[in-house]
């Protein structure tokens, strides 16, 4: 299927994952992502795939939980509130090291907050969300031929570290139509000896659990998966560096921001300001060194969020406190215009410091 | 009578709402707002809003209210009479709300005899978020996550609230109504009112469902809906008293 | 090349569709292209309104804040999008439901009776592609056979469609080559 296609953000998603095998979602309705979940409802019967309705995201994470330790390819999403309800579940996956793919389209918070776009659940997609020590593997695209191709990695990466992946995307991205193209997966369907399918023949039972009641085996297990983290943090960085080799000031921004910003970027430029921009795909594992080779050589970096500030802890983690981090956010649903930003960057340049 | 029923209730304000033409959500609140003025406990009244298209009935009725989670309202409202025994306490929820991700908190609010009162809107669909399947959802019946028709193979039968919560003891009355004509609005009116007088004796857990339409994504027009209503939903939700203490039914 | 444009109207007049059109047809031509809708609770009934941009370079912002191409369907989007015209660019006002003057100057202005042009083709439900053509007419931003390219292929399952709005879509073009 090399031929582009026109498809919203969310729609794109559901198509992603059918090309990338996953024939098991399960669902609840929530603005701004249920154009998946109704896409999932028309497209899963022809592929003789399953959908399913939940009653809740509790339950809709449960399932996955399920699915997925039975050994299926399998996906859930939501928007923010329906998110923290399937952190309890998040963390048993994790727990279990099951692969799943979760997709989060944020809206405005805190509690019911709006429907408009947000990024406000960084913290909670990256520094846990749920109880215990474990991380999910989070990337956020920026396009919607990004949230094809992220998707379809998504369930490939679920599947070599048996670990939770979450699509990170906002209101915006998921209501937005862009040309699309779909790849195959990389790995395909891969076998999953360890799953529990029944034993058919096995011998030995396979079981699927995260409660060790012996503190040396929960440890040694936490240990574990410290490990594996490790190898997540080494080997799936992901980034996108624009223009950054001359820039004076360096913008970091994901996700929608990261369009955004780049408007602002391209007007800075077109006025002589060196001005360049760092995009992390993946938020965890956070590009630090990366980020920090790319800021090098500016004087400054600007953090572009839909919240109060989360990713900037991230940034100055990585940059240390040689340089100043300055911080650009909008909140609630609202989104900056290009030109909000390129006043920042202006404000930057000549020396009076941002926000 | 005429002048009573044209009147705006003081339980109500002044502000025009948000639903769409036809919709039954605006006539339920007059309903519930008629019977806190003639029952005279506006000012001990506590209503918690659900997440649904009633999301925003805190700025309809005119006392003091909560916006609960989506699902959690029974619980919002236990929190609530548990902290003012006196006050008049109730939810009110929609058929996602209350019958899908707050099926749990209806059925314990229930179950602990909990002395709130519940208004539960049965209008076979999700509304607010543009016309999925709700557990009430008819069999057959097309929505934008059932959009071959509801097939009971993979989904089940709708679920029938009333009749289910009725087996709960804790549940001390419960009935079903429709406002889809003035006789029918009466008897509404009267099985609120009796919902919240059971509350008022302390008796316990005290429900109404009320079939309702949803023409925007129905895709019908309000007569048509009422109709459909009538047609198809009646028959599997009957109306009537499921529930009554016996010294109210006297 | 950079066409910015916001298309604006009453929930219902297939304002969504038209700009889906646009970034469809633009698409065809192998240029980048965006959409997004404004979302939200004034979706019944209310104003409605979606950016597109078809470029010749890679797409930043999908969200237009200062467009160069606004369709006003009604008059609350006359209100509320031309103060935010890029000067220079261009303006297509609905005459038939607004009868009110725009009041730039420093913009072109295009007025199109879109209803009544669709009354007389006997088809309410054409007024969008009206517009559409006077838009393609007016700004030169895509060619008018690759909207009808695009129509084939989001119509594909419904061929019989076509005709109509075709005409509907030549006659808006047409009446800006005629008027403008
Ligand atoms: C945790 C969570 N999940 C999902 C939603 C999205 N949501 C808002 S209202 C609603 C369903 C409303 O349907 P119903 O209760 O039947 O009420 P109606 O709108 O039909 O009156 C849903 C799923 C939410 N706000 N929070
Ligand atoms: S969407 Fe349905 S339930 Fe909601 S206000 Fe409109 S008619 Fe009423």
């Known amino acids: ?355 | ?250 | 090349m950079t066409h910015e444009m916001i298309m604006s109207g009453f929930g219902g007049q297939g304002i969504m569709l038209m700009g889906q059109l646009m970034t469809y047809a633009g698409m065809i031509e192998e240029k980048n292209v965006s959409w997004i809708p404004s979302y939200g609770p004034e979706m019944r009934g209310g104003t409605a309104y979606c950016s597109v941009i078809v470029s010749d370079e890679p797409i930043g912002a999908p969200m237009v804040s200062e467009p160069n191409i606004v369709v006003a369907m009604n008059l609350p989007s006359l209100h509320k999008f031309e103060p935010v015209i890029h000067p220079g660019g261009a303006l297509i006002i609905n005459s038939s439901l607004i009868d009110q003057e725009a009041k730039r100057t420093d913009i072109k202005i295009f007025k199109i009776p879109a209803n009544d042009i669709a009354d007389e083709l006997g088809n309410a439900k054409v007024t969008n592609m009206v517009v559409l053509g006077a838009i393609v007419a007016a700004t030169s931003c895509i060619e008018l056979e690759s909207v009808l390219k695009a129509f084939t292929k989001m119509f594909a399952k419904k061929p019989a469609l076509l005709e109509i709005n075709e005409k509907a879509l030549r006659r808006g073009a047409e009446y800006i080559q005629k008027n403008c």
């Not at chain 1, 022809?46 to 996906?75: H, T, W």
């Not at chain 1, 031929?145 to 990466?157: A, K, R, Y």
């Not at chain 1, 906002?170 to 360890?194: C, I, R, Y």
């Not at chain 2, 429709?178 to 609120?192: H, L």
């Open chain 1, 1 to 355: 299927m090399a031929e582009k296609v026109l498809m919203k953000g969310n729609e794109a998603i559901g198509e992603a994952a059918i090309v990338a095998g996953c024939r098991h979602y399960f669902g609840y309705p929530i603005t701004p992502q249920t154009e998946l979940t109704e896409y999932m409802s028309r497209r899963m019967p022809k592929v003789d795939g399953v959908f399913l309705q939940a009653e809740s995201e509790v339950a809709a994470i449960n399932m996955v939980y399920g699915a997925a330790g039975a050994g299926a390819r399998v996906m859930t999403s939501s928007s923010s509130p329906g998110i923290s309800l399937k952190q309890e579940g998040i963390s048993y996956i994790a727990g279990a090291e099951l692969p799943c793919v979760i997709v989060n389209m944020m809206r405005g918070g805190p509690g019911l907050g709006s429907i408009q776009p947000a990024q406000g659940d960084y913290f909670q997609a990256t520094k846990g969300g749920g109880h215990g020590d474990y991380h999910n593997i989070v990337l956020a695209p920026n396009s919607v031929q990004e949230l094809v191709d992220i998707t379809v990695l998504s369930f490939d990466l679920a599947d070599q570290y048996r670990n939770p992946v979450m699509i990170l995307g906002d209101g915006a991205l998921g209501q937005m139509m862009e040309p699309a193209e779909f790849h195959s997966s990389n790995t395909g369907l891969v076998k999953k000896p360890w799953a529990a399918a029944g034993m058919r023949g096995r011998g030995k039972p396979n079981i699927i659990n995260s409660l060790y009641l012996q503190p040396e085996a929960l440890e040694q297990h936490n240990i574990h998966l410290q490990r594996k983290y490790a190898l997540i943090k080494e080997n799936e960085i992901r980034y996108e560096e624009i223009k950054t080799e001359d820039a004076e000031l360096v913008l970091v921004a994901y996700g929608i921001t990261s369009r955004i910003a780049r408007s602002a970027m391209e007007r800075a430029r077109a006025e002589g300001m060196k001005v360049g921009m760092f995009r992390p795909i993946s938020l965890w594992p956070f590009p630090e060194q990366q980020l920090a080779k790319s800021a090098e050589n500016a004087s400054a970096l600007l953090t572009l969020e839909l919240s109060a500030g989360q990713m900037i802890e991230d940034v100055r983690l990585s940059v240390g406190n040689i340089k100043p981090v300055h911080f650009y956010g909008r909140t609630g649903g609202m989104m900056p215009s290009p030109q909000e930003i390129y006043q920042e960057i202006v404000n930057i340049m000549n020396g009076k410091g941002g926000k």
């Open chain 2, 1 to 250: 009578m005429t002048e009573k029923l044209f009147a705006r209730p003081k339980s109500l304000t002044d502000v025009s709402t948000h639903y769409c033409p036809g919709c039954h959500h605006g006539i339920i609140h007059r309903l519930i707002a008629e019977v806190i003025d003639e029952l005279d406990v506006q000012d001990k009244t506590i209503g918690v809003a659900p997440v649904g298209c009633s999301v925003l009935c805190y700025d309809y009725f005119n006392f003091d209210m909560i916006e609960a989670a989506h699902g959690r309202a029974p619980a919002t409202a236990t929190g609530v009479k548990r902290v003012h025994p006196d006050a008049v306490v109730f939810s009110y929820q929609g058929d996602g709300d209350l019958a899908a991700i707050g099926t749990a908190e209806i059925v314990h609010a229930a179950a602990r005899g909990e002395k709130i009162t519940t208004v539960f809107v049965n209008n076979a669909i999700y509304g607010m978020t543009g016309g999925q399947m709700a557990p009430t959802t008819l069999v057959n019946q097309v929505t934008t996550t059932s959009p071959y028709g509801r097939n009971p193979n993979f989904t089940g039968m709708p679920i029938k609230m009333s009749e289910m919560l009725a087996t709960l003891d804790g549940a001390k009355y419960i009935a079903r109504v429709a406002v889809n004509n003035p006789v029918n609005m009466i008897k509404a009116k009267k099985a609120i009112k009796q919902a919240f007088e059971i509350q008022l004796n302390g008796l316990g857990f005290a429900l109404v469902e009320v079939l309702s339409i949803c023409p925007t994504n129905w895709g019908m027009s309000p007569l048509e809906a009422v109709e459909w209503m009538e047609k198809n939903m009646v028959p599997y939700y009957p109306l009537g008293v499921f529930k009554v203490p016996e010294e109210v039914a006297k």
